[in-house]
């Protein structure tokens, strides 16, 4: 029973491992200077404290808002 707990742990650290990667890789994409959704400039500061940001702070908190709403029940 060791074996098989042990496979799934390393498997575990494996796929977490493999999808930090994949984040910190998606979050190198160059930002927007406007936002993707209305068109409005995107601060500097913003776009220094959040690298790939696309979306203003007003768009960003609906989107946020939105999917806190319909999130789907488990």
Aim: glycine fraction near 4%; charged fraction near 30%.
């Amino acid at each position: 029973m060791g074996d098989t707990m042990d496979q799934a742990q390393l498997y575990e650290l494996e796929e977490r491992e493999r999808q930090i990667r994949h984040a910190r890789r998606a979050h190198l994409a160059p930002g927007r200077l406007t936002c993707e959704d209305c068109d409005t400039p995107i601060p500097e500061a913003r776009r220094i404290a959040i690298p790939g940001v696309t979306l203003c702070v007003h768009c960003q908190n609906l989107l946020e808002l939105k999917n806190r709403h319909y999130r789907r029940p488990a």
